[in-house]
Each structure stands twice: as structure tokens, then as C-alpha cells.
């Protein structure tokens, strides 16, 4: 069963078509890049298979499920923007997870609170931006999930710590699950992907394993992707 399908998957704001007559299925056990210009859609996608946006046409599904609390469940969602309380320690985070999410995996969330050396004392709001964004990626990757979404995961961070970020996902997350990783730094999340996905105005303009476009196309997927959206 796929962990996430759409089919005819459409959404408008106003008259504005952000997503319209998508398809797409992602299986267990994939990474995938979900690539695109600013408007393609790929925040809305996601927003959509969190259920925090309802579809105008067609429907989506999260493990066989349309968006919802069970749905929801299987799922571990990073937003582009922090979306946790900053007056917490990292510390507090980690007790909140652990009494509300019951795949949490405490112990993996204090060994990579450890090897970036973040302090599990330290209030959010006392830690630069690129701490905030480890701390909350860090939240997000030590659940037992089906399916992490991971919008611009690694967009505020050093190059130094991306590795290390990159990594992780791969080392933290179900191999039973789906990573979708929606991203402008191709170049830097193109060596863990199994697959991309191009968005454009919209719609999959291409659906395919990153090996076989590489050989198909004979260029990298960053390469691809600035010829297809060359300005």
C-alpha cells in the first residue's frame, strides 16, 4: 500500500489553482525529493496530507487513510516555519513529545541533542536559528512514523551541519516509512534521494527514480532541474 496517493488532487485558493489534477503514490521505504519553483505547490501538498488544508477536487490519502486524526498518527510533519513553543528547553520538548506521541523515541532524540551539542537546558528562544531548526527536525525524526514531511529541512543551517542533518534522516527514520523532502538545495539532498518528484504550476511534471534519470538524462537532478526551470 502506498503511504501517500493522490489522485486528481486539486486545490484552489480564490481563483489561484495550487495543486490541480494531481497524481502521485509514494512507496515504503522511499526518500523522496519533492522539487519545484516558489508556487509549484509543494508546501500546499503537504499541508494537505497533514489536514491542514482540504482539497477543492479529487482526494489524498496518508497510509490508506484520508487525512485526520488516524492519519495524522502515521505521519511526522516539519514545517518550513518553527512551530514550537520557544519559552521550553529542548528538555521540555522532549517531555511534551513523549507524553503525546507514542512512537517517540526519546532515547534517539537525546543522542542527536548530543552529537550537535545542544543543550537540553537551553530555552528555544535563547538558541540561534540554526539550533531552533535542529531542535525541531530532531523532534520530528525521533517519532516511529509512516510518513515524514519535511518542508525546506535543511534551509537555515550551515553547510557543515547539513551532512549531519542528511544523515540523520536517512539513520532515524522506519524503513517501513516515506520521507518526502521538499527543498531548494538540490545539490546538497540529492545524494540521499531514492526519487524526485518536479512540481510545476501545480501538476508532476516528472516522477522518477533519481539513478535512472541520471542515466537518462546524463546530469545530476540539480542539473535537470535548472534546465527544466530556467528562467
Not at 480564490?14 to 509543494?42: C, F, T, Y
Not at 534551509?155 to 531548494?184: C, F, K, M, Q, W
Not at 534521494?193 to 539513478?211: I, N, T, Y
Request: with cysteine.
Amino acid at each position: 500500500m502506498p503511504v501517500l496517493e493522490c489522485t486528481g488532487l486539486g486545490k484552489k485558493y480564490g481563483r489561484v489553482n495550487a495543486l490541480e489534477g494531481l497524481d502521485l503514490s509514494i512507496e515504503p521505504g522511499r526518500i523522496v525529493g519533492l522539487l519545484g519553483p516558489n508556487g509549484s505547490g509543494k508546501t500546499t501538498l503537504i499541508k494537505l496530507a497533514c489536514g491542514l488544508l482540504t482539497p477543492s477536487a479529487g482526494q489524498i490519502r496518508v497510509c490508506g487513510q484520508a487525512p485526520g486524526p488516524k492519519a495524522c498518527a502515521q505521519l511526522s510533519y516539519l514545517p518550513e516555519r518553527m512551530a514550537v513553543q520557544s519559552w521550553m528547553t529542548a528538555g521540555q520538548l522532549l517531555d511534551f513529545y513523549q507524553d503525546f506521541y507514542a512512537d517517540f523515541r526519546r532515547d534517539a532524540a537525546q543522542q542527536m541533542l548530543a552529537d550537535l551539542g545542544l543543550d537540553p537546558k537551553k530555552k528555544i528562544q535563547q538558541m540561534s536559528k540554526g539550533s531552533r531548526e535542529k531542535v525541531q527536525l530532531i523532534l520530528v525524526m525521533s517519532r516511529a512514523a509512516k510518513l515524514y514531511l519535511l518542508d525546506e529541512p535543511i534551509g537555515g543551517v550551515d553547510p557543515a551541519t547539513r551532512d549531519y542533518i542528511l544523515s540523520t534522516i536517512i539513520g532515524n527514520y522506519n524503513p517501513e516509512a516515506a520521507v518526502l523532502i521538499s527543498t531548494h538545495l538540490i545539490a546538497d539532498v540529492e545524494k540521499i534521494l531514492d526519487e524526485a518528484v518536479f512540481l510545476k504550476e501545480g501538476r508532476v511534471l516528472l516522477h522518477s527514480e533519481v539513478d535512472a534519470l541520471r542515466e537518462e538524462k546524463g546530469m545530476s537532478v540539480d542539473e535537470l532541474f535548472r534546465e527544466v526551470f530556467r528562467c
